[in-house]
């Protein structure tokens, strides 16, 4: 290249036809003043704190209701008011809770054959036999409690069992004198409800 020649300058770029419109400008001021977004923090997971006190209040008060309504809970077979409860629920006894809802007539038809307060009394009892082993009431032959009994034992003792529970007590399927549902424990069968004791 001569020296006496002069370098030439690159070509500027031409703008866009449209760059020096209003609109334009304004869009790309708009652009240039607006700030640039901070990047957003993830909210802070909220903790609620209980206090010891709480918890042990409300594990409690859960467990007195789950006994009072007669329900399995942790620990139940440690004690031994644990173990007489599951029992008697096994048997379907009757539970506290249930006990503590017995209407005025049943209160009358167990004062009337003198049961205790823990005794399941239908309707149509006539007596009430006491044993070691518990309670065991009468009802007439054409009651509804009789026809229950009669019933049970039918359906429990025709696989070949050897005693079953009806109403919370235990009775035998075996027979003696020619009569079943006797109590278990070789009681005398007469005592069962569904042997038309009248």
């Not at 007439?140 to 025709?158: D, H, L, N, V």
Request: hydrophobic share 30%; glycine share 12%; charged share 35%.
């Amino acid at each position: 290249m001569a020296s006496g020649e002069k370098k030439k300058k690159p070509a500027a770029k031409k703008k866009p036809y449209f760059a020096n419109t209003d609109a334009y400008k304004k869009k790309v001021a708009a652009s240039r003043k607006k700030p640039v977004a901070a990047a957003k923090k993830p909210a802070a997971k909220k903790t609620v704190k209980m206090g010891k006190k709480s918890i042990v209040s409300k594990i409690t008060s859960r467990r007195s209701r789950r006994k009072s309504e007669n329900k399995w809970v942790l620990g139940e077979k440690l004690t031994k008011a644990g173990r007489t409860r599951a029992k008697a629920r096994k048997m379907g006894a009757p539970s506290a809770a249930t006990l503590s809802k017995v209407t005025k007539e049943d209160k009358a038809r167990k004062k009337k054959i003198g049961a205790k307060a823990t005794t399941a009394v239908r309707k149509g009892a006539k007596s009430v036999v006491k044993t070691k082993g518990g309670e065991y009431v009468k009802y007439g032959k054409k009651t509804e409690a009789a026809k229950s009994f009669r019933s049970t034992f039918k359906s429990k003792c025709a696989g070949g069992a050897k005693s079953f529970s009806w109403d919370g007590r235990n009775y035998s399927c075996g027979k003696a004198g020619g009569k079943a549902g006797g109590k278990k424990g070789g009681a005398a069968p007469k005592s069962g409800p569904g042997s038309g004791a009248k």
